[in-house]
């Protein structure tokens, strides 16, 4: 063995894969999400159609690889519109601007498993703690999307948003959260602040751009905001600022136990 093995530099993060308390973490994290996933699982077929989920989860590898690239740089994307056949969307796998709930399933899993290494490596992991983490974010998505739908309903907008494309919206943002949590594991705050200012700004400007597509009457151009298109651009608007407060909010107090 080298005898100067213990003093050679370790790569950034190391020392919190080695860390008992983060690898303790983890497991209980992945196991919490795995008991939650086989919850939903058996209660899903109760309120949702098994047929219409398929159409989110119809997904490969290179959709997800597009679309979490669109996620972190959508601004030199051009064509935002999603394409129809015989009035039905297209499947994500087929059509990259379609929303799916792969990514954001997946992205709340690895949010709970990347909080739970974060208060691991903190000495601030306790499986309730977690499970308050949990929690707090099902809690607050379930408001974001009630309060959506109601928005719609209540300023009566005929648009072709579904109560599962609003859950699909407002869960991109858990990729924004995750990567926050990692750099400000790796490079303290100031990585944390970055990465949660450029994520954040690169989630309002992809919801902006794909909820016009949804949301917007088709019979008027995109760029008149005349009418009763300028009321559900304010909506827009709305929903997509909200989105990085969220991300903030359910981050910061992971990160510095606030």
């Known amino acids: 063995m080298n005898p100067n093995y213990a003093?050679?530099?370790?790569f950034p993060g190391q020392q919190y894969i080695n860390d008992p308390m983060a690898n303790m973490a983890v497991q209980y994290g992945s196991s919490l999400a795995g008991q939650g996933r086989d919850l939903l699982d058996k209660n899903l077929e109760k309120y949702v159609s098994t047929s219409k989920i398929k159409y989110y989860f119809a997904v490969d590898t290179a959709y997800v690889g597009k679309?979490?690239?669109?996620?972190?740089?959508?601004?030199?994307?051009?064509?935002?519109?999603?394409?129809?056949?015989?009035?039905?969307?297209?499947?994500?796998?087929?059509?990259?601007?379609?929303?799916?709930?792969?990514?954001?399933?997946?992205?709340?899993?690895?949010?709970?498993?990347?909080?739970?290494l974060?208060?691991?490596?903190?000495?601030?992991f306790t499986p309730e703690q977690l499970g308050i983490q949990a929690s707090s974010a099902l809690v607050w998505i379930v408001i974001e999307v009630l309060a959506m739908t109601l928005a719609v309903y209540i300023m009566n907008m005929n648009t072709e948003l579904k109560y599962l494309d609003t859950l699909a919206y407002c869960g991109y943002k858990y990729v924004g959260m995750i990567m926050s949590l990692i750099a400000g594991l790796l490079l303290k705050s100031n990585g944390y602040y970055g990465v949660l200012a450029w994520y954040g700004l690169?989630?309002?400007?992809?919801?902006?751009?794909?909820?016009r597509v949804k949301i917007l009457p088709h019979?008027?151009?995109?760029?008149?905001?005349?009418?009763?298109?300028?009321r559900s651009f304010y909506l827009i608007l709305v929903i997509s600022i909200i989105q990085p407060v969220m991300m903030w909010w359910l981050t910061r107090h992971i990160m510095f136990g606030k």
């Open 118 to 124: 974060v208060l691991g490596t903190q000495d601030r």
């Open 202 to 211: 690169c989630i309002v400007f992809f919801l902006i751009r794909t909820l």
């Open 67 to 116: 679309k979490l690239a669109l996620l972190t740089f959508p601004f030199t994307h051009s064509d935002w519109s999603i394409r129809y056949n015989e009035d039905e969307p297209i499947a994500p796998r087929y059509e990259h601007n379609a929303p799916d709930l792969y990514i954001p399933v997946m992205a709340f899993v690895t949010y709970l498993l990347t909080a739970g």
């Open 219 to 230: 019979h008027q151009p995109q760029d008149d905001f005349s009418h009763g298109s300028k």
């Open 7 to 10: 003093s050679q530099p370790q």
